[in-house]
DNA sequence: CCGACGCGTCGGGAAAGGTTGACGCGTCGG
DNA sequence: CCGACGCGTCAACCTTTCCCGACGCGTCGG
């Protein structure tokens, strides 16, 4: 298990995976019709997002549903949040008042 | 250019460089420094980060700084943003801060 | 019971990524 | 003017990633 939430995201396919997850639970042959891909790619993302934790698998009959795990993606939003600040002045404000809170 | 920033933000050292560079601007050597690799593959990194626009470079003499350059991570954020209703964590710590500071 | 279906996994080949040593270029100090 | 310094870049190598065809396994329908 790789854990690596950024390596999963650095995919194109994976996260569009995961967009297609948010509207609810689907099986692999459903998510591969998004692509021009062969299953066997697809089910290999499938098992990347796996390790990484943003998907779990349920298994109903001859078919497997994924459903979507978003909680991983906290860590991309901690590691993301202090560069905030920088790009969106609007932003700057909330922050600065996150730090002044957080110093009290 | 490859403008793929999130792919920019698969690997761990250049995370670790775009968090130095957060504390002001550095030149190639000193950011080498920070890790056990040598100056070229910390150079090609740079390449990568300038690629995406993350990192802006000044040269000055014979040193080069390199200047943090946040607004494509804006991209990142703008990708997370629907996902974040189904973590919730940070939202949850956000909606406290509010009602904390509207009953001041 | 048997063939079709939906899967995951494995082996291999192509492509991309990471690291290194060697080189060349501009810059500074003496 | 010359040697040392700080850089980026290149060729080469190894590792990883990505994709496919082929296979095997469990499940469903007739």
Redesign the pocket.
């Known amino acids: 298990m790789s854990t690596d939430v950024f390596?999963a995201l650095?995919?194109p396919?994976r996260r569009r995976l995961l967009e297609g997850l948010r509207e609810g639970p689907r099986?692999?042959?459903?998510l591969a019709g998004m692509f021009?891909?062969?299953?066997?790619?697809v089910?290999?993302?499938?098992?990347?997002l796996r390790g990484a934790g943003l998907v779990r698998?349920e298994p109903r009959?001859?078919?497997?549903f994924y459903h979507l795990e978003a909680a991983p993606l906290a860590e991309v939003e901690d590691w993301l949040h202090p560069f905030e600040r920088y790009w969106n002045r609007r932003l700057r404000a909330l922050s600065d008042l996150l730090d002044e809170e957080d110093s009290r």
């Not at 099986?27 to 459903?30: A, C, E, I, L, V």
């Not at 021009?36 to 790619?41: K, T």
């Not at 089910?43 to 990347?48: C, N, P």
């Not at 009959?61 to 497997?64: D, F, V, Y």
């Open positions: 390596g650095a995919n396919v099986s692999t042959g459903d021009d891909l062969g299953r066997p790619a089910s290999e993302h499938l098992a990347v698998e009959g001859r078919h497997r």
